[in-house]
C-alpha cells in the first residue's frame, strides 16, 4: 500500500513510518523544509498549501500532525499552536483529497484525534458515541475532527484515531516520569483518582495497521488498551517494575506552578474504552497494564 504520512517526524510518527516500512508500505513523508530524501514531499499546512499531486500517489494517508500537547508549559500562545496545528493540517489535507477526482482520491484518511473528546469522565465509562466533553482539549478536538469533513463528504473512509497515552520509555507518558522514578522521588500526581487511558506503543502500532486494512471501519476509534487504571494503581505498578519507592505525592498546586495550563489536562480523569477495536475484535499483545509497562521498559 502507498501511505502519505503527515506528522512523520513526531515519537509516534517516526515509529509508524519505521513499522509501515518494515511490513512493506511505500511510505512517502510530508514535510515542511525542502525535501532531502525521495520519498518525501513538501507542503504548508499554515498556508494550506500542498501539492494534489503528492496526494493522489497515495492509497492511504495517516495525518499525525500537531505541536505535543506535553512539550511546552502551557500560556496563550502555545494553547493557540496546540490548535492551529491540528486544524490547519487536518482542513490542507481533507480539503485537497475532497479536490481530486474520484479516480484518483486515497482510499482512506486516518487522522490523529485524542482521547480528550471526552474531556473530565470521572468514573465514568465512556466509548465512541459518547458525546464530547468540555474543556480545552475537548474544544480542540471538536474543531480537529470536524475538519475531516471534507473528505468524508467526497466519499473517503474517514477514521478519527481518539489516541490516549502509549507507552514507551522513549516518548509519551512514560519518558518524562522515569528519573523521577528512579531517582525515588516520584508518586502519583493529585489524588491519584484519576483515570488514564493508557496502550502499549506496539499495540498502538498494531492498531493503526489493522485500521488500515479494515475498509469496514471508519468514525471515530479509541486507539487505547482495554484496561485503563487509575494514576495512584499505574504508579504503583511503575514503581513495581523499576524497583523504586513512590512514596512522594505530586499536590496539584505543585503541578500547576510547573505546567501551567497543561496541568488541569494532567489531573483530567478519561475513563476511556475501545469499542470498536474490541468489536471488530483487534489482537491486543498487551491488554493489562503491567505487560505494557515490560514491553515499554524492556523494547
Not at 486507539?223 to 523499576?242: I, K, M
Request: proline residues 7%; charged residues 25%.
Amino acid at each position: 500500500m502507498r501511505i502519505l504520512l503527515a506528522g512523520a517526524s513526531g515519537f509516534l510518527g517516526t515509529r509508524l513510518g519505521d513499522r509501515l516500512a518494515t511490513d512493506g508500505h511505500q511510505v512517502t513523508r510530508l514535510v515542511r523544509r525542502t525535501p532531502r530524501e525521495p520519498q518525501e514531499r513538501q507542503w504548508d499546512p499554515a498556508a494550506g498549501q500542498l501539492d494534489p499531486a503528492a496526494v493522489a500517489e497515495a492509497d492511504a494517508v495517516v495525518n499525525l500532525a500537531g505541536a505535543g500537547v506535553g512539550d511546552k508549559r502551557w500560556n496563550d500562545d502555545y494553547r493557540r499552536l496546540i490548535r492551529t496545528s491540528r486544524v490547519d493540517s487536518t482542513t490542507t489535507l481533507a480539503t485537497t483529497l475532497a479536490g481530486l477526482p474520484a479516480a484518483d482520491r486515497p482510499r482512506a484518511l486516518l487522522n490523529s484525534s485524542a482521547v480528550g473528546w471526552y474531556g473530565n469522565t470521572g468514573d465514568r465509562v465512556v466509548e465512541e458515541d459518547s458525546p464530547a466533553g468540555e474543556g480545552f482539549l475537548a474544544d480542540v478536538c471538536r474543531v480537529w475532527e470536524a475538519a475531516t469533513r471534507p473528505a468524508e463528504d467526497a466519499g473517503v473512509r474517514v477514521v478519527r484515531l481518539r489516541t490516549g497515552l502509549p507507552l514507551h520509555r522513549d516518548g509519551g507518558l512514560l519518558k518524562p516520569q522515569l528519573l523521577p522514578f528512579k531517582l525515588g522521588i516520584a508518586g502519583r500526581l493529585g489524588s491519584g483518582r484519576q483515570w488514564l487511558p493508557w496502550m502499549s506503543l506496539v499495540d498502538w502500532l498494531d492498531a493503526i495497521c489493522f485500521l488500515l486494512d479494515h475498509d469496514d471501519i471508519a468514525g471515530p476509534v479509541n486507539v487505547v488498551g482495554p484496561n485503563p487504571v487509575t494514576n495512584a494503581e499505574f504508579t504503583r505498578e511503575l514503581a513495581r517494575q523499576l524497583h523504586r519507592p513512590a512514596i512522594i505525592p505530586i499536590p496539584a498546586l505543585a503541578l500547576k506552578v510547573a505546567l501551567g495550563g497543561f496541568a488541569h489536562e494532567a489531573l483530567t480523569s478519561t475513563r476511556v474504552l475501545p469499542g470498536v477495536l474490541t468489536r471488530a475484535k483487534f489482537p491486543y499483545r498487551h491488554p493489562d497494564l503491567p505487560g505494557a509497562l515490560h514491553a515499554a521498559l524492556d523494547d
